[in-house]
Antibody, heavy 121, light 110 residues
Framework: QVQLVQSGPEVKKPGASVRLSCKASGYPFTNFHIHWVRQSPGQGLEWVGIINPSGGSTTYAQRFQDRVTMTTDTSATTVYLDLSSLRSDDTAVYYC??????????????WGQGTLVTVSS | QSALTQPRSVSGSPGQSVTISCTGT?????????VSWYQHHPGKAPKLLIYDVTERPSGVPGRFSGSKSGNTASLTVSGLQAEDEADYYCCAYAGVYSILFGGGTKLTVL
């Protein structure tokens, strides 16, 4: 069965960087795009970006363009999210999510359990 | 890009129907039939309820239905049940591989 297992919680100081991981299993890793979505406390879902594990092409939400990098390690079937210059408003639960089908890259059918990132001095 | 506009909250009694609206623009909701809806219970991962405006993934009850007119999409939950109490998010393709979420609607079952 499809599983996405994310790394554990992180506590960072403002200005620092964080790397989150999302290990996929149960399907051909390079066949399905992966999205990252976050939810800040008391806020709604916010799209961060998408990566194609086959080739590594990415698209990021405009507001994260200069601070986010998504990469993959196909041998480890793992996707990474790097976020730099952290601010307090980056405090959120970050989810990775796999698309439903190879031809439906807009729909997030399988989700990781989420990783809480806390940014505090 | 601004979030799609949803009502902050809606409510209904068990057995009733409620509709949640999601208003975007001619660049997202109005431009493509790639609208989806997610149900999110606090502390759990979101769940895909509707895709392609009206389609339900297998396992999603027929009580959940979607529609779209112009720049506004809607989710209707019929025959409300206690377990339907959750946050609901619309999502639309906004071009160039990007998607946009709504601000979320809290559904309360009275």
């Amino acid at each position: 069965q499809v599983q996405l297992v994310q790394s554990g919680p992180e506590v960072k100081k403002p200005g620092a960087s964080v790397r989150l991981s999302c290990k996929a299993s149960g399907y051909p890793f390079t066949n399905f795009h992966i999205h990252w979505v976050r939810q800040s406390p008391g806020q709604g879902l916010e799209w961060v970006g998408i990566i194609n594990p086959s080739g590594g092409s990415t698209t990021y939400a405009q507001r994260f363009q200069d601070r986010v990098t998504m990469t993959t390690d196909t041998s480890a079937t793992t996707v990474y999210l790097d976020l730099s210059s952290l601010r307090s408003d980056d405090t959120a639960v970050y989810y990775c999510a796999r698309v439903t089908r190879t031809t439906q890259i807009y729909y997030l059918g399988y989700w990781g359990q989420g990783t809480l990132v806390t940014v505090s001095s | 890009q601004s979030a799609l506009t949803q009502p902050r909250s809606v409510s209904g009694s068990p057995g009733q129907s409620v509709t949640i609206s999601c208003t975007g623009t001619s660049s997202d909701v109005g431009a493509y039939d790639y609208v989806s809806w997610y149900q999110h219970h606090p502390g759990k991962a979101p769940k895909l309820l509707i895709y392609d405006v009206t389609e339900r993934p297998s396992g999603v009850p027929g009580r959940f239905s979607g529609s779209k007119s112009g720049n506004t999409a809607s989710l209707t939950v019929s025959g409300l049940q206690a377990e339907d109490e959750a946050d609901y998010y619309c999502c639309a393709y906004a071009g160039v591989y990007s998607i946009l979420f709504g601000g979320g609607t809290k559904l309360t079952v009275l």
